[in-house]
């Protein structure tokens, strides 16, 4: 099974809004709503950010929101921060199995 | 809390052997999957099994021929044994907690490699 498939690299001001895209395909994405998203920094374990699709974890901010729209979820951050700059992972669940994105480094210029 | 520990350095061809100790709550109650997630020196995360706390498990297709990942609920802790190791498995691996198919608590990770 492919990974999902992430831009390498995006980057925004602060205060501004960017989207990471996530394409999976039918048989992962597109057939399930259990599609999540991490952030790591560096030499830091990831950190759950969004669950299935939508949903925040207690403490997350709510400038993170997630969509999905067929094979393809992706993940907001609005009022870009610098705090923000860090490694971002999405995953989804696929009959009995996950599957991780590629990755998007995201700098906050 | 998730806490992986094992030995730092495998030569290449033995096995691999991780224990993953939670603190906090019981490896046993409650409707969750445990599992291990691998990432590479500078590389992305790769999923590589789950389990539930009964035994039943799941695997990542192309390692399932030398993965093997167990629970002993009586010293609340799961385990991972990876064989016949190459360089390829050199690793950060991270123990996770999974709820509603999310990694929503993950250890520190424990970072081995494969050298002769």
């Known amino acids: 099974q492919s990974a999902l498939a992430q831009p390498a690299s995006m980057s925004g001001s602060p205060g501004q809004s960017i989207t990471i895209s996530c394409t999976g395909t039918s048989s992962d994405v597109g057939s399930y709503t259990l599609v999540s998203w991490y952030q790591q920094h560096p030499g830091k374990a990831p950190k759950l950010m969004i669950s299935?699709?939508?949903k925040r974890p207690s403490g997350v901010s709510n400038r993170f929101s997630g969509s999905k729209a067929g094979n393809t979820a992706s993940l907001t951050i609005s009022g870009l921060q610098a705090e923000d700059e860090a490694d971002y992972y999405c995953?989804?669940?696929?009959?009995?199995?996950?599957?991780f994105g590629t990755g998007t480094k995201v700098t906050v210029l | 809390q998730l806490q992986e520990s094992g030995p730092g350095l495998v030569k290449p061809s033995e096995t691999l052997s991780l224990t993953c100790t939670v603190s906090g709550g019981s490896i046993s109650s409650g409707n969750y999957f445990w599992g291990w997630i691998r990432q590479p020196p500078g590389k992305g995360l790769e999923w590589i099994g789950s389990?539930?706390?009964?035994?039943?498990?799941y695997y990542k297709p192309s390692l399932q021929s030398r993965l093997a990942i167990s629970v002993d609920t009586s010293k609340n802790h799961f385990s991972l044994k990876l064989t016949s190791v190459t360089a390829a498995d050199t690793a950060i691996y991270y123990c996770v907690h999974t709820l509603a198919a999310a990694f929503d608590s993950w250890g520190r990770g424990a970072l081995v490699t494969v050298s002769s």
């Open positions: 299935e699709v939508t």
């Open positions: 995953c989804s669940y696929a009959n009995r199995r996950w599957v």
């Open positions: 389990l539930y706390y009964s035994g039943s498990s």
